[in-house]
């Protein structure tokens, strides 16, 4: 019986050591797979809240995301070794969720002191800002020439915007608020509003998309000034005190050019 115990112990022994030794001969190549294998899964995850604002984020049905942000965004976590998660949600809910910590990050919005309780503005910024224009039904008699041309109209915009300071503030026309822009465009065709305002080069390229360059009319008035756009980095993310590296990521990727692409309605992808 002492004998049997001997050999079972004696062979466990080897058996243990032929595993490990195994182990240990694994070709380096095979365990660089192993490993790329494993990583995806232990990456840190980056929240990216996105809505459809083409051209610079356009989501399409049976398709990945896609736009100028979308580019940047992969190159940003590539950069930061982390892994890009996408979150869709129209802008209002974006900003909600942004504010909750529900994501972590968002491309394309304007510094304001109240959004910046609960957002970091990383530097630099991706835009120097787009021009801000009205719009209004072809063939109707609205005519926007200069602001004091909104006293009365009812003006549709989307929730959590910001456009300029004078319209932001204004109270001599009434406010409706959308969530989405081709939201703005239903109430508008619909005669819920006689005119919206939003991002000429945004518009331009949505209404083209949609094909209702016929039906919407860009107003004469519009505001151009400096209105720098940003990555905004939620202030509840677990990344949110990563801001340096966020900046130098940031930078890198925007000397690429990534944020340059010109914008054609001519040519949309």
């Known amino acids: 019986m002492l004998f049997k115990a001997t050999?079972?112990?004696?062979l466990t022994l080897v058996s243990f050591g032929l595993a490990s030794k195994t182990q240990m001969n694994v070709e380096p190549a095979q365990q660089t797979e192993l490993n790329e294998i494993?990583?995806?899964?232990?990456?840190?995850?980056?929240?990216?809240?996105?809505?459809?604002f083409p051209p610079y984020s356009i989501l399409s049905e049976g398709k990945p995301p896609a736009g100028t942000n979308v580019k940047a965004m992969k190159l940003i976590a590539k950069r930061l070794n982390m892994r890009l998660k996408f979150v869709e949600c129209p802008f209002a809910r974006c900003i909600v969720l942004l504010e909750k910590g529900a994501v972590d990050v968002f491309i394309g919005l304007t510094y304001s002191d109240e959004r910046a309780e609960f957002?970091?503005?990383i530097e630099p910024s991706v835009a120097p800002g787009s021009v801000q224009t009205?719009?209004?039904?072809?063939?109707?008699?609205i005519s926007i020439n200069e602001f004091a041309d909104l006293d009365g109209l009812i003006v549709g915009l989307l929730r959590h915007s910001l456009y300029f300071p004078e319209f932001d503030k204004a109270?001599?026309?009434a406010k409706v608020e959308a969530n989405t822009h081709l939201q703005l465009i239903d109430l508008?065709?619909?005669?819920?509003?006689?005119a919206f305002v939003g991002s000429e080069q945004r518009f331009n390229y949505l209404l083209h998309e949609q094909g209702l360059s016929n039906k919407i009319s860009q107003q004469t008035y519009h505001i151009t000034e400096d209105r720098k756009v940003y990555l905004a980095l939620s202030k509840h993310s677990e990344h949110a005190e990563l801001i340096e590296l966020f900046s130098e990521a940031l930078?890198?990727?925007k000397s690429k050019g990534v944020f340059d692409t010109p914008f054609d309605v001519h040519h949309i992808e």
């Open 171 to 173: 109270t001599n026309f």
């Open 251 to 253: 930078s890198a990727v």
């Open 7 to 10: 050999i079972f112990f004696f």
């Open 134 to 141: 009205f719009y209004a039904r072809a063939g109707s008699s």
């Open 119 to 121: 957002l970091h503005f």
């Open 188 to 194: 508008l065709l619909n005669k819920r509003i006689d």
């Open 38 to 52: 494993q990583w995806p899964d232990t990456q840190p995850v980056l929240r990216f809240a996105i809505n459809h």
